[in-house]
């Protein structure tokens, strides 16, 4: 008799940058366990897309479409999620970028854009 020691049913799971790569796994891997999804992502086709396919396969997905590394923003749709579904159990800080160049040549901006996602997001989530 096989026993299920991993149960999250009941629980709200917010997994940030969840519309595809580690994150949609992440999200996958909490729906399987049980837990309801909040997936987010700033792409609202490619968050759509990834919601379908998680309720496909069973999933309560709820889409959470904002940007984290816009605090007024986060801010505000956290209230929201937590109002129109329900406090959220577990975060998953997992919204991330990553650019390959030399450090010579490495653009300014992107290196702020770098910095903004995947550190200051964590901070605003």
Avoid: W
């Amino acid at each position: 008799m096989e026993k299920n020691l991993f149960n999250l049913s009941g629980r709200h799971a917010l997994i940030t940058g969840s519309s595809q790569g580690i994150g949609y796994a992440l999200a996958h891997g909490l729906a399987n366990a049980g837990a309801k999804i909040i997936i987010n992502g700033r792409d609202k086709i490619k968050l759509a897309d990834a919601a379908k396919c998680l309720r496909d396969k069973g999933a309560t997905v709820f889409e959470a479409c904002f940007d984290v590394t816009d605090y007024l923003a986060v801010k505000q749709q956290i209230a929201k999620i937590e109002l129109e579904v329900g406090a959220i159990d577990i975060l998953v800080n997992n919204a991330g970028m990553q650019y390959r160049e030399k450090l010579e040549s490495f653009p300014e901006d992107v290196f702020d854009n770098l910095l903004q996602t995947n550190i200051k997001s964590v901070f605003n989530v």
